[in-house]
């Protein structure tokens, strides 16, 4: 079945610096990836998108990128801020095609030190 | 935007009772909401499928006798966790697809549910 890998599973910055999340799906017909943001005892706040057919994406400090071909894609948060520490999950999904399910990683956790 | 309220945030029951959660699209229609589990520090487990005015879609492993749920408008979608166990403890989570957006998914609060 569809299979969604995410990396890195920790990742601590510095403020101010950038952070990149990849991620790799296995269902070349998926065809939306969304990027969910979830704070501690929250419900994920969907953040970013992206349809299969655009390269990338941005809104003000976050960008997404995607690889058709490489079956990746990437969030990119520049100029980062503590309030920006969360857990973030990419996410694949087939659209009608798949029922509308998505499958999501297994979640990054992001630090952001001050 | 869209929003999506789950209710309760919190429930502390004995084991043995029934517990139902509500998730409810408060500023648009969805004909398609979808319940997930969380385990701490985990990613979101897919339970299930609810289509509303449908019988709903469980995803495999999951006992359909176990997590009853119930699409009775575009609005509305419940969870019942019948006969609770200690095992059933963890965060709930509800999302609502918003059909004019071909598959956004907007997500509620969750539902942390210990049973003792």
């Known amino acids: 079945g569809e299979n969604v890998e995410q990396h890195p599973s920790t990742l601590s910055v510095q403020e101010g610096d950038s952070a990149v999340i990849k991620c790799t799906y296995s269902?070349?017909?998926?065809?939306?990836f969304p990027w969910y943001k979830q704070e501690l005892g929250k419900g994920p706040q969907l953040i970013i998108d992206?349809?299969?057919?655009?390269g990338e994406k941005k809104d003000q400090r976050i960008a997404v990128t995607l690889n058709k071909t490489a079956k990746h894609f990437s969030l990119h948060i520049t100029e980062t801020q503590p309030e920006d520490s969360a857990v973030y999950f990419c996410?694949?999904?087939?659209?009608?095609?798949?029922?509308?399910?998505?499958?999501f990683g297994a979640g990054t956790r992001l630090f952001v030190k001050a | 935007g869209a929003v999506v309220s789950q209710h309760p945030s919190r429930v502390i029951c004995k084991s043995g009772t029934s517990v139902k959660i509500e998730c409810r699209s408060l500023?648009?229609?969805?004909?398609?909401m979808f319940w997930y589990r969380q385990f701490p520090k985990q990613s979101l487990m897919l339970m299930a499928t609810?289509?509303?005015?449908?019988?709903?879609?469980?995803e495999q492993g999951v006992e359909k006798d176990k997590f009853l749920i119930n699409h009775a408008s575009l609005t509305l979608s419940t969870l019942t966790v019948t006969s609770a166990h200690p095992e059933d403890s963890s965060f709930y989570i509800c999302?609502?697809?918003?059909?004019?957006?071909?598959?956004?998914?907007?997500f509620g609060s969750g539902t942390q549910l210990s049973v003792l």
């Open positions: 992206i349809r299969s057919n655009v």
């Open positions: 999302s609502a697809r918003l059909g004019d957006r071909g598959g956004k998914l907007f």
């Open positions: 609810s289509n509303e005015g449908s019988k709903a879609t469980y």
């Open positions: 500023d648009f229609q969805a004909t398609t």
């Open positions: 269902d070349s017909a998926s065809n939306y």
């Open positions: 996410a694949a999904s087939k659209g009608r095609t798949g029922g509308f399910k998505t499958i």
